[in-house]
């Protein structure tokens, strides 16, 4: 799933973090580099607003939960050889960005499931969009401001 996430996450971020991004931000994990954009080093956390559309036919009790914990682990940096199963290295080289370094970084988490209507959704797909914003995470924290300033300018 982070191979679908990376080239988003790239276009909103990659000009602010691509070459100016300090090592304490970044993560190697089985020979890849991981670079977050929210990451405890750096005093920042993520709120994220999701709406999820799942087929009408499905969406059993508890479904939602599931498929929300599989999102925030898709937006965040694996942390194990086993989570690097299937790993795609981005085609055209560089880190893989990651939205989280680690997922206690969502601070806030508003979900809105709906019934999906589209006759030819299969039963086991979802269409989730997201907006993400990456804040301070009120923890203390010396590079919060360089950081900051890298994500707003």
């Known amino acids: 799933m982070r191979e679908h996430f990376h080239p988003q996450i790239h276009a909103q971020l990659a000009h602010r973090l691509w070459d100016t991004a300090p090592a304490y931000i970044t993560s190697t994990l089985d020979g890849h580099d991981f670079l977050s954009a929210a990451h ?6 993520v709120e994220l607003e999701i709406v999820m559309l799942v087929p009408r036919v499905s969406a059993p009790v508890g479904d939602p939960d599931n498929r ?23 085609a055209l080289g560089g880190p893989t960005l990651c939205l989280l370094d680690d997922d206690g970084l969502v601070q806030r988490l508003d979900l809105d499931v709906r019934p999906w209507f589209d006759p030819s959704a299969l039963e086991n797909e979802v269409l989730v969009l997201i907006t993400a914003t990456v804040v301070s995470s009120n923890r203390p924290g010396s590079h919060f401001s360089y950081l900051t300033q890298m994500l707003t300018s």
Do not use: H, V, Y
């Open 68 to 90: 929300t914990k599989t999102l925030i682990d898709g937006l965040t940096r694996p942390q194990t050889d086993q989570q690097m199963q299937g790993f795609t290295a981005p």
């Open 40 to 45: 405890d080093a750096a005093n920042t956390a």
